[in-house]
């Protein structure tokens, strides 16, 4: 089975700096993951995606975030957050070869706060 | 594209009551998936359609949850008798077999009291 850990349930960052989100994924077979968005009352939006090639990916509003399977990580990063970038943050497992067929194992959230 | 619409935005209720929260995926998906989340638990997959059949429905928590999809435009989710257990938010998402990632309507805020 798949399980997905975000190991920081609140995240506080200044704004025009860098901020990781980190999360790591259990999974016995080949992963595709995912970073969606939640922004206060709206649904979740996808920020990007890794599902084969190069490992660091390159997603809306300037976030990128970089496979490592070694270490079973998929961490999420921006070089400088907007206070606009105040949101939750879900990290998504899925092991289904098949698009649209998959279903997705979500971490628990992050919550990133931008102090301005 | 007007995305994934649900409704209504929020409800509010007494329990033992029945509540229908609605989907309308988007067009040409033939997926369609029922999350929802609490700040308990977090997000949990309910249930998920291809082409208007339920494929799983192991996440469904007992049987006073049902869903149906019966065509491709719409989907509900009905609660019957409800309980303040059940209040959460109730998030609808449609796929493609063509594209990976889920498009998330706005969400259902459910409350029970």
């Known amino acids: 089975a798949q399980s997905v850990t975000q190991l920081d349930s609140q995240v506080p960052v200044f704004e025009e700096a860098p901020v990781e989100l980190r999360c790591n994924y259990s999974s016995s077979v080949s992963v595709y993951l995912f970073w969606y968005v939640q922004y206060p009352n709206q649904g979740l939006q996808l920020l990007l995606k890794?599902?084969?090639?190069?490992?660091l990916v390159k997603g809306i509003n300037g976030f990128e975030a970089e496979f490592n399977k070694s270490q079973t990580s998929f961490h999420l990063r921006k070089p400088s957050v907007h206070i606009s970038d105040t949101a939750e943050y879900f990290c998504a497992v899925s092991d289904s070869p098949r698009a649209g067929s998959y279903q997705l194992t979500f971490g628990k959230g992050t919550k990133l706060s931008v102090i301005p | 594209d007007a995305g994934v619409i649900q409704s209504p935005r929020h409800e509010v209720t007494e329990m033992g009551q029945e509540v229908t929260l609605r989907c309308k995926p988007i067009s040409g998906h033939d997926y369609l998936f029922w999350y929802r989340q609490t700040m308990m638990r977090g997000l949990e997959l309910l249930i998920y359609f291809n082409n208007n059949v339920p494929i799983d429905d192991s996440g469904m928590p007992e049987d006073r949850f049902s869903a149906k999809m019966p065509n491709a435009s719409f989907s509900t989710l009905k609660i019957q008798p409800s309980e303040p257990r059940d209040s959460a938010v109730y998030f609808c998402?449609?796929?493609?077999?063509?594209?990976?990632?889920?498009?998330f309507g706005s969400g259902t805020r459910l409350t029970v009291v």
């Open positions: 998402a449609s796929s493609s077999h063509k594209v990976y990632g889920y498009t």
């Open positions: 890794y599902l084969s090639g190069s490992t």
